[in-house]
C-alpha cells in the first residue's frame, strides 16, 4: 500500500469558469440567485461530472457572487465534497477567513437547490453564514434522485434560527423538481446507494 | 476584490509525517489505536496548529493505519476543515475511492477523540465507514474546551446502527476527558464562538 496521504486537493469542474463568466457580479433578486444555482446543478449532472446539486454564496444584501459549488464526490474521490462544502470552503478562502459572520463582513447567504444533507446541515453551522435558501425540502429529492439526506435534526430550521440562521423556502420549487426529474431521466450514477 | 476561487487544498500540519513515522503500520488493539488519536490530538493543539481534535481511519480487523487527520479549520481557513473530515478524505484518497465501503474492501473503522460534532456525523455516513469508535460523548467537550457540537440527531447511534454503522464508545474515556482540560488550561483560541 502507498503511504498515508497528508493533503486533500477539491476541484471545480474544468467548465466552471466559462459558467461563471455568464454571470453577473451581482444577483439582486433571490429568484435570480436560486436559477444560477438551478442552471449549476443542472451543468453538473449534464456534464457528468457530479450530481445534481449545486450551491452559491452571496452577499445577502448586495446580491454580489462570491462562490460557487457542485457536487465533486465522484470526481474527487471524496464522500465529503458536497456542493455546500464546496461552495463554503470557496468563499471563505477568497474571503481569507474560516468565519463568513466574522466582523466587519457584511451577512452572507447560502443558496441551495434543495435542503442540505445532515453532513452539510452541520457544514453551514459552522462556516458563519447568516441565511440560507433552498428550493424545497421534503421527500422529493431522495424519491426522485435515489440520494439519501441522512438523518437531519427534526428540528432544523428552529436549530439554525437559534444560532442566528434565517431560513427562506420554497424558492423556485417547481423548477427545482423538475431538474430532479430531468436528473432520474437521464439514469446517471447514484453514488450513495449502499454498495457494501 | 479578487476573483472567485474555484480549488480547495487542505493539508495536515507541518509536523504530522514526523508524528506518523513514530505510529506502527498496524495498531491490533483499540485501545491502542485510541491513544495514538488523543497524542495526535495533544499535539494539534500544544503546537498551535489547530484545536485539541483527531482522528484516525483503521482497517477494523487487522488494525493497519490507512489515515490521520487534525483540526484544521483556522489554518487552512475553511470552517469543514474539521479532524473527522481530513481523516476520511485522506483514506479516500490513499484508497482511491470515495467508498471505503465499497465491495472488496476490508471493513474500515473512524477513531475519534469525542462524538463527532453535527457535520462529521453526516461526513461519517456518506463515507463507507462501518465501526466509529469514540472515546466519549456528553457535555464534558462543550463545558471544557468551548467548542460547540451543534444540534446532532437525537437518535445518532441507532441511526449509525440502522446504516450498518457500528458505534464503540468510551474507548479511554478518562484520557481524552483529561485531554480537554489541559486544553482548558492553555486558554488557546476557541473559533467556532459566535463572532458575529
Redesign the interface.
Known amino acids: ?2 503511504a ?9 469542474p474544468e467548465w ?2 466559462a459558467y ?1 463568466e455568464t454571470l453577473p457580479d451581482f444577483i439582486p433578486a433571490v429568484e435570480g440567485r436560486m436559477a444560477a444555482i438551478l442552471e449549476l446543478a443542472r451543468l453538473n449532472f449534464e456534464k457528468d461530472t457530479g450530481g445534481p446539486f449545486a450551491a452559491g454564496v452571496f452577499e445577502q444584501e448586495s446580491g ?5 459549488g457542485v457536487n465533486r ?2 470526481a ?5 465534497a458536497h456542493a455546500e ?2 461552495a ?3 468563499a ?3 474571503l ?4 463568513l ?3 466587519g ?1 457584511p451577512a452572507h447567504e447560502l443558496v441551495v437547490n434543495w435542503r442540505p ?7 453551514l ?4 453564514i ?1 441565511f440560507l435558501t433552498i428550493a424545497g425540502s421534503g421527500p422529493e429529492l431522495e424519491e426522485l434522485t435515489g440520494f ?1 439526506e ?7 430550521a428552529g ?1 439554525l434560527a437559534g ?2 440562521i434565517a431560513t427562506r423556502m420554497d424558492v423556485l420549487r417547481a423548477e427545482a423538481v423538475e431538474l430532479f426529474r430531468q436528473f432520474r431521466r437521464s439514469s446517471r450514477l447514484v ?2 446507494a ?3
Request: glycine letters at 14%.
Open positions: 500500500m502507498t498515508p496521504c497528508l493533503d486533500l486537493h477539491l476541484t471545480m466552471a469558469p461563471l454580489r457572487l462570491v462562490s460557487i464526490v465522484v474527487s474521490g471524496c464522500s465529503s462544502v464546496m463554503l470552503g470557496l471563505q478562502k477568497r481569507g477567513t474560516y468565519d459572520g466574522g466582523p463582513i444533507c445532515a453532513m452539510c446541515y452541520g457544514a453551522l459552522w462556516s458563519g447568516r439519501d441522512g438523518p437531519v435534526h427534526p428540528e432544523w436549530e444560532r442566528g453514488y450513495n449502499r454498495q457494501g
